[in-house]
């Protein structure tokens, strides 16, 4: 965060709050999203491969999304035992 110290508690904290959260969302919308919501994709494949193709976009991006919640939580473990 800009107006916060770049290694407050407070930072590590809204940080692996906000990335929790996008990691629920997109975690929800690989698994439960309806497969009629997906739209676009590539033209070349049929729409079966597309949805698969977009729920497996969206479950890398909650993985990532988890990952660096794990990183934010370690710093403020890590920041919380100094």
Do not use: H
Not at 8 to 23: D, H, T
Request: charge should be positive.
């Amino acid at each position: 965060m800009i107006l916060i110290d770049r290694n407050s508690k407070f930072n590590a904290l809204c940080a692996a709050i906000l990335l929790m959260g996008m990691g629920a969302i997109g975690a929800w919308v690989a698994v439960l999203g309806p497969s009629a919501g997906f739209s676009g994709g590539m033209p070349f494949l049929p729409s079966e491969y597309n949805v698969i193709f977009a729920r497996w976009v969206f479950a890398c991006g909650a993985l990532v999304s988890f990952l660096m919640s794990a990183y934010a939580v370690r710093t403020l473990l890590k920041s919380l035992t100094q």
